[in-house]
């Protein structure tokens, strides 16, 4: 694929602790995106960047941030994990917003007790 | 508001035959892009197919092949000789041509089962 990784694979943390997911791209694409995936939600998306140092909310942007300080990678941040944030993250990148698909991660499992 | 529905959240096929999965869509952009992507047990995203809203002809890459109705909103999956290995979530997603973002609205998924 496009050569995503994504770090780590699985997570256990406790509520109320900060949690930090990487995702590293070595095809140079300027597009990034996180989405978490739920049962009965498909793939909902988080934060996205369109460039080093911007980034913009998505559809479920509250108790997460994200930061991007070089093209290659795009970190996700819980500030404060919640039972609620139990689930499958993925990163995504695009190289445009034209025809270019997304390409994944193999995602990151998080459970939050 | 964009938005993609699967209304099939399962289904099940004998292996050799064909399935169809539906996806509807709402946009309000003229120009726009769509997709499936499969999710195997594996859990990583394979894109499947995609078709240019601007094309009529419908997409084909081997054994999958879709049928889009742009004036329906409709963009169905056809997987004909149905193998084990298609067994899997399925996701339609619909992005814009263009734009700041970039994103791909996504459906919550069909599950389907191949059966030996």
């Known amino acids: 694929d496009a050569g995503i990784t994504q770090s780590p694979r699985h997570k256990v943390t406790e509520t109320g602790t900060p949690v930090t997911l990487r995702c590293h791209q070595t095809?140079?694409?300027?597009?990034m995106y996180w989405y978490r995936q739920d049962p009965g939600h498909g793939l909902r998306l988080i934060h996205y960047?369109?460039?080093?140092?911007?980034?913009d909310k998505g559809e479920v942007s509250d108790g997460y941030s994200v930061s991007r300080s070089k093209t290659e990678d795009f970190l996700l941040t819980l500030e404060s994990a919640t039972s609620s944030q139990t689930s499958v993250y993925f990163c995504?990148?695009?190289?445009?917003?034209?025809?270019?698909?997304?390409?994944f991660g193999n995602g990151t499992r998080l459970t939050v007790t | 508001a964009q938005t993609v529905t699967q209304s099939q959240p399962e289904m099940s096929v004998q292996e050799a035959e064909t399935v169809t999965l539906s996806c509807t869509y709402d946009?309000?952009?003229?120009?726009?892009?769509l997709f499936w992507y499969k999710q195997p047990p594996s859990r990583q995203m394979i894109l499947v197919i995609r078709?240019?809203?601007?094309?009529?002809q419908n997409a084909t890459e081997n054994r999958f092949s879709v049928n889009f109705q742009k004036a329906a909103k409709s963009f169905s999956l056809k997987i004909s000789d149905s193998q084990l290995g298609d067994t899997a979530m399925y996701f339609c997603?619909?992005?814009?041509?263009?734009?700041?973002?970039?994103?791909?609205?996504f459906g919550k998924g069909t599950k389907l089962s191949v059966k030996p």
């Open positions: 095809e140079n694409h300027r597009y």
């Open positions: 960047s369109y460039g080093v140092k911007d980034t």
């Open positions: 995504a990148s695009r190289l445009d917003p034209y025809n270019s698909p997304l390409h």
């Open positions: 997603a619909q992005g814009p041509y263009g734009g700041s973002q970039g994103n791909l609205i």
């Open positions: 946009t309000s952009e003229s120009n726009y892009y």
């Open positions: 078709q240019e809203a601007y094309k009529q």
